[in-house]
């Protein structure tokens, strides 16, 4: 493998390690990682703000 062939690959892995560091920190704050099994992808997170406001049944 030639340097720029190496130097590629570990800025692929570091982004990587990133992408579930932040997840990590993400779930430990309660926050909605969507990646649980069976998860539709933080459909039932709930916004905080009270501007948002659900429809009516």
Known sequence: M???SIIILLL????CAFVIYKQVQKK???GC???CAGC???SS???KDSSV???GR
């Open 28 to 30: 430990k704050q309660g």
């Open 40 to 42: 539709s992808g933080c």
């Open 2 to 4: 030639n340097p720029v």
């Open 33 to 35: 990682g969507g990646n």
């Open 53 to 55: 406001k659900k429809k």
């Open 45 to 47: 997170f709930q916004m």
């Open 12 to 15: 692929i892995i570091a982004y």
